[in-house]
């Protein structure tokens, strides 16, 4: 199991670019993924070679992979994703039973 990592945790992983598929989408390479991942890109123009961060929560945990979604999901080694920022359960303010009357 990834150590310091749970479920729900916000993590980001860092690729390569690849290539740039059109004007607003570049081709990425994502470390212990075995297939090419697609992300937009409006805001800069990145070029080959440079590194992405990518940031996604985790939706399953298995050994020594996770599996996270980047709208899509990828599943990538535990040693790859890198933990942003902790998932935090929603605390209630109102208990659910009704008082006593």
Known sequence: M???INIGDEVVITATVRKRV???RVSVSIPSYGQPHSVVDQTTK???GQHIEL?????????NRVTVNL??????????????????APTRSTPLVDKPT
């Open 71 to 88: 709208g899509t999901p990828v599943t990538v080694d535990a040693a790859v994703v890198r933990l942003v920022n902790a998932y935090k």
């Open 2 to 4: 990834a150590k310091g």
């Open 22 to 24: 059109t004007e607003d």
């Open 46 to 48: 990145l070029q080959k």
């Open 55 to 63: 940031i996604g929560n985790v939706t399953q945990i298995q050994e």
